[in-house]
């Protein structure tokens, strides 16, 4: 798969156990005191030349919508904690807990608290915690399906080249060469890494993941961008892979 190679398992693998060593992993971690991102400061390039529109979450996070074609979409990935209802989205840092899990669950990348990179690249969401009834998504949004995607990739021209569309126009959060990336749309895809179904972080920069709310037999459909390449790639991924997500408007 496109999202993996042999080089950043090996990294991965390393700063996990690092991690674990450390004791930074914990069997369970609760949502009482999520770190407070409403104050903290995105390093997010977007398009100067764009109009964006605003959303807020339950959670009270704000952030930049764009519409591209007859599709609005968030410009920024989410990062929720709450369901829509309220209700507390599990966190599962530890290996094990992230890897055993068949409900709803989100992580920060290597288990961070940083509130500056969570609202740069947002969290990352099981596939579980997008098919809840509950709702990760604000009112009158939703997590895209599959079709979503390929509405929007399409209209951009097509796989092989809309990346170039989508992804922020530098090398600050995308490693070199981010090819040709020009941002045109306004939409700022971010390299928020990803995490596999069996816990391993998979490091920023190089590959962008987001899921989507459609399954494909026991698997569900992701789209992957890559710093090394212009395309959007669709690729059916595991449910309990950690993803970022971007809502669109219903």
């Avoid at 992993?25 to 995105?42: F, G, I, L, Q, R």
């Avoid at 990062?79 to 709803?104: C, F, H, L, M, Q």
Wanted: charged residues 15%; proline residues 4%.
């Amino acid at each position: 798969m496109k999202k993996q190679t042999i080089n950043w398992i090996i990294l991965s693998i390393g700063i996990e156990l690092l991690l674990i060593l450390s004791g930074s992993c914990k069997k369970k971690d609760n949502n009482t005191n999520p770190p407070d991102t409403n104050n903290c400061v995105s390093s997010a390039i977007f398009n100067s030349n764009k109009t964006y529109g605003a959303l807020i979450d339950i959670d009270g996070n704000k952030y930049k919508t764009i519409t591209i074609g007859s599709q609005t979409w968030m410009a920024e990935n989410l990062r929720t904690t709450k369901y829509r209802n309220g209700d507390p989205i599990e966190k599962a840092n530890a290996v094990s807990a992230w890897r055993s899990i068949i409900s709803g669950a989100y992580c920060n990348f290597l288990n961070t608290d940083n509130c500056d990179t969570i609202v740069t690249y947002g969290r990352l969401y099981n596939w579980y915690a997008m098919a809840d009834s509950r709702n990760v998504a604000p009112p009158g949004w939703h997590v895209p399906t599959h079709e979503d995607w390929i509405t929007l990739i399409t209209y951009l021209g097509g796989e092989d080249s809309a990346g170039v569309k989508l992804k922020e126009s530098s090398t600050i959060h995308w490693s070199i060469p981010n090819t040709s990336s020009n941002n045109e749309t306004g939409f700022t895809a971010l390299p928020g890494g990803f995490r596999g179904d069996q816990g391993w972080y998979y490091p920023m920069g190089y590959n962008g993941a987001w899921g989507t709310s459609t399954e494909i037999g026991s698997y569900v459909w992701h789209v992957y961008m890559n710093s090394g390449h212009s395309y959007v790639h669709p690729e059916p991924g595991v449910k309990n892979e950690g993803v970022s997500i971007r809502c669109m408007k219903d």
